[in-house]
């Protein structure tokens, strides 16, 4: 009798020996599912023929400029605030090692395309890293890992994770990071927390948002005093930096009194309530019918009253581009890590009902 019939034959008994080791198995899983995922996002930045036009720039003028002055080794005393803070992307960049040279050959690699490859490289992983970081915020929130893997598709099909997630900007990097640093609070792993924000605050300063997410999570003054507390060091390194080590007034300033100035803009101008009402769609798209429903069952059931609490967080980034006069729709994003929840309780609520209808139909 042939090998291959009996080896055949064991593979369910030695998979459902590998299941004991659970989070294992949902790793390889979502190596095998999500990543693909995350690859084929980066692949056109990594083969854009201009990488500097994204979002209109040039080789001189744009954010990927200012982020590509960094790879090179530029001074950062010659680059504008706040790109000249968030250099951890760009000096990591340099380290991705390159494809073979028929490749690079085949694809007309130049110096500019080399650059877009390795940003492209390096935010697929912080792409990645989002959705484990979202499974893992679900995972303490009771959902299943269907409804996981369903919430790490939600997030690399939104608007913002397609256009931006892996061109030559630091977005992509930075999602992983706010879903990994939310999730090691709401787990109360407070030393990955601290390692996680102290990075995340040299990548994008978005990363202020895990200490609001953590300690929103928490349920107990005693562990929001632990959340913060984590959280300090890579706050204080972060101010150190930007106000003694390398401080400087040229580049984007921000004051109340501008802030003031865009909000009344905002709701007095109709072509300005149109503007924001665009970057609302470009944020979440259907997750705005979504998400409002999924609060409503959770409110309901009463069963993650942590999710309940986590929702403060979407109040704190819908006001934070009136205060930062800067991109709506990309800010707004930061919230995924509710809104994705959500409307997964939402889909969750709804599909049941929806396959019961569909059984009972002749």
């Not at 709401?186 to 300063?205: H, P, Q, S, T, Y």
């Not at 149109?274 to 059931?301: D, E, I, K, Q, S």
């Amino acid at each position: 009798m042939p090998w291959y019939p009996r080896a055949v034959m064991d593979c369910p008994r030695r998979c459902d020996r590998w299941m004991k080791h659970t989070y294992l198995v949902q790793l390889l899983l979502w190596t095998l599912l999500v990543l693909p995922a995350c690859l084929a996002l980066a692949y056109l930045p990594a083969t854009n023929d201009d990488p500097y036009a994204v979002m209109g720039g040039t080789l001189h003028s744009g954010d990927v400029a200012q982020y590509a002055a960094i790879y090179r080794g530029a001074d950062l005393d010659g680059v504008i605030k706040p790109y000249r803070y968030r250099f951890v992307l760009p000096v990591l960049a340099r380290f991705v090692p390159l494809p073979p040279q028929t490749l690079l050959d085949y694809f007309d690699m130049t110096d500019a395309k080399v650059m877009a490859y390795r940003f492209a490289v390096v935010n697929a992983v912080g792409l990645f890293a989002a959705t484990i970081g979202l499974a893992l915020l679900m995972q303490k929130l009771r959902f299943s890992i269907a409804e996981q893997l369903l919430a790490s598709f939600l997030f690399l099909t939104s608007h913002i994770t397609v256009v931006y997630g892996a061109v030559p900007l630091v977005d992509g990097a930075a999602f992983g990071l706010l879903a990994l640093g939310i999730a090691a609070g709401a787990w109360r792993k407070w030393i990955a927390m601290a390692v996680i924000i102290l990075i995340g605050m040299f990548v994008k300063e978005t990363s202020v948002l895990i200490p609001v997410g953590a300690i929103l999570f928490q349920g107990t003054w005693a562990n929001r005093r632990n959340a913060f507390l984590a959280c300090a060091p890579g706050l204080l390194a972060y101010a150190a930096v930007r106000l003694l080590v390398l401080p400087t007034s040229a580049g984007f300033n921000y004051s109340l009194s501008a802030a003031a100035y865009t909000l009344a803009h905002q709701f007095t101008s109709a072509s300005l309530v149109v503007f924001v009402g665009y970057n609302l769609l470009t944020a979440f798209g259907t997750l705005l019918v979504l998400a409002p429903l999924g609060w409503v069952v959770t409110r309901r059931a009463g069963n993650r009253p942590q999710l309940i609490r986590l929702t403060w967080l979407l109040a704190v980034v819908m006001a934070l581009p009136f205060l930062l006069q800067t991109s709506f729709d990309r800010v707004w994003f930061l919230a995924f890590p509710v809104v994705i929840p959500l409307s997964v309780a939402a889909v969750s609520h709804v599909l049941p009902r929806l396959q019961g209808e569909l059984r009972e139909a002749p």
